[in-house]
């Protein structure tokens, strides 16, 4: 099992960016809860935003909520995490991950003017 995520960047404060993460490997992605983690520098990792498997229910940390959500297209094994109205302290290292247990490689977000 694969998970591969890319659109990390630099922003400036207030922009946008768009994460992806495609899963290969990871047989009925549709049944997997999907989820969207980052790790600053000097913290711990911390749940950002999740899609449950069925329904496609949604939870956000308080953080982000309003400006950050997260989608998935079953057909493309892909989860997205659109990322609005960005602040300095969203600046980490966002991970993909799978609730069958894995992780992927993890993608640079820095915000800053």
């Known amino acids: 099992v694969q998970l591969v995520e890319s659109g990390g960047g630099l922003v400036q404060p207030g922009g946008s960016l768009r994460l992806s993460c495609v899963a290969s490997?990871?047989?009925?992605?549709?049944?997997?809860?999907m989820s969207w983690y980052r790790q600053a520098p000097g913290k711990e990792r911390e749940l950002v935003a999740r899609?449950?498997?069925?329904?496609?229910?949604?939870f956000y940390a308080d953080s982000v909520k309003g400006r950050l959500s997260i989608s998935r297209d079953n057909a493309k094994n892909t989860v997205s995490l659109q990322m609005n109205s960005l602040k300095v302290e969203d600046t980490a290292v966002y991970y993909c991950?799978?609730?069958?247990?894995?992780w992927g490689q993890g993608t640079q977000v820095t915000v800053s003017s």
């Open positions: 490997g990871l047989y009925s992605f549709s049944s997997y809860g």
């Open positions: 899609m449950f498997d069925t329904g496609g229910a949604t």
């Open positions: 991950y799978a609730q069958a247990g894995y």
